[in-house]
């Protein structure tokens, strides 16, 4: 959906993320995968592609490149060359991977040594409930203390739902990490995040006060991954987006890899929708409670945790995209300003203060 080109350079130079999914194919097939990965997957992109778009991100200013999937590391050979090449610019490159390939500590530390000396600077795993019925909860742990070991940042994702069985403390307290020195524990970082189905006409239960609230609708910025992340698909598309939804949401893939300078196309697409920019500044939630003031009949409070849940909402109810269609103008005043003060006054404002303390 795209209700309006805006002429003018609404957005400035900013700090963007290219994220690239060298396959869909995946060891795990979770339930309401966010990337709908699988053994079954097949599509995957050509070292030449991934190393084009990595030249063209550095040629524009990108500040970081993150490899995800699918299963990155089932490309292992174009990752690496991926990660060799982000790395002689100086880019900071992620991985996100399930550790299905750490099935002992030793065997971590050799996928580790091969991955860090290509460059790579920080490390994600995702595990949980899903995860663990096709990649033990171990091969993380062990994938964690190897990773600590080495002093090398580390992350883990959890899902989140009602009733979980897997959760940071029972990753905390796994038998393997109590090997790691607090100075090590100092490099893992463990959080949650709600585990969402791409339909958003399927709701899951959630730990009180995790599903959003006009309250809480309120209280939320601005989605962090639309404008900011381009991400290079296995099938060759590139979306304006982190990559969760980006294959059931066409209006969010953006250009081709058979594109001249796709990323650079991707970019001027994307920042030029009205609805893309709305998003951006003020965040899905924000613009499912708005359409529901204008159409009561809309009915979204308590039904959805993640923001990624609200975008598939908002741009597949009918009744939500009628609002926008009707009603999107109202809103351009008030998605300028919170541009203004997030692109210009904020900076300006810090960078000041920063100057004065010198």
């Not at 993150?66 to 060359?81: C, D, I, K, S, Y």
């Not at 290509?118 to 995702?126: H, K, M, P």
């Not at 613009?287 to 609200?310: L, N």
């Amino acid at each position: 959906m795209k209700p309006a080109d805006t002429n003018a350079a609404l957005l400035p130079q900013r700090r963007r993320t290219l994220s690239i999914m060298p396959t869909f194919t995946c060891p795990a097939a979770c339930a309401d995968c966010g990337t709908l990965s699988s053994p079954r997957e097949r599509a995957h992109l050509d070292l030449d592609t991934v190393l084009a778009a990595i030249d063209e991100a550095r040629a524009l200013g990108f500040c970081n490149v993150v490899f995800t999937g699918g299963e990155a590391t089932l490309e292992w050979a174009t990752l690496l060359r991926g990660i060799e090449r982000a790395a002689s610019y100086r880019l900071p490159v992620r991985l996100v991977t399930n550790a299905h390939w750490a099935t002992s500590t030793a065997t971590a530390h050799d996928r580790l040594t091969a991955l860090m000396a290509a460059g790579l600077s920080e490390i994600n795993y995702s595990t949980g409930d899903e995860h663990i019925r096709y990649i033990p909860l171990e091969r993380v742990a062990h994938a964690c203390v190897a990773a600590c070991q080495r002093k090398l940042r580390t992350h883990v994702m959890m899902e989140l739902k009602d009733a979980c069985t897997v959760t940071p403390e029972s990753l905390q307290d796994h038998p393997l990490l109590q090997s790691l020195t607090p100075e090590q524990r100092a490099y893992l970082t463990i959080l949650s995040s709600p585990w969402m189905p791409l339909n958003h006409s399927t709701v899951y239960q959630y730990p009180q006060g995790a599903a959003c609230d006009v309250q809480a609708a309120a209280m939320r910025g601005g989605c962090t991954s639309v404008l900011k992340t381009y991400t290079l698909q296995a099938d060759g598309r590139v979306g304006a987006c982190c990559g969760l939804g980006l294959r059931v949401i066409p209006e969010l893939n953006v250009s081709t890899v058979d594109q001249a300078q796709c990323l650079q196309q991707a970019i001027s697409v994307a920042e030029q929708d009205f609805l893309k920019l709305w998003i951006h500044y003020q965040g899905p939630a924000k613009v499912v409670a708005w359409a529901a003031t204008h159409d009561p009949a809309i009915r979204w409070e308590g039904m959805y945790a993640h923001q990624c849940q609200m975008c598939q909402r908002l741009y597949h109810d009918d009744a939500i995209r009628n609002v926008i269609a009707s009603h999107w103008q109202e809103m351009i005043a008030e998605v300028m300003q919170a541009a203004w003060l997030d692109d210009v006054h904020i900076p300006e404002t810090l960078s000041q203060l920063l100057h004065e303390q010198d």
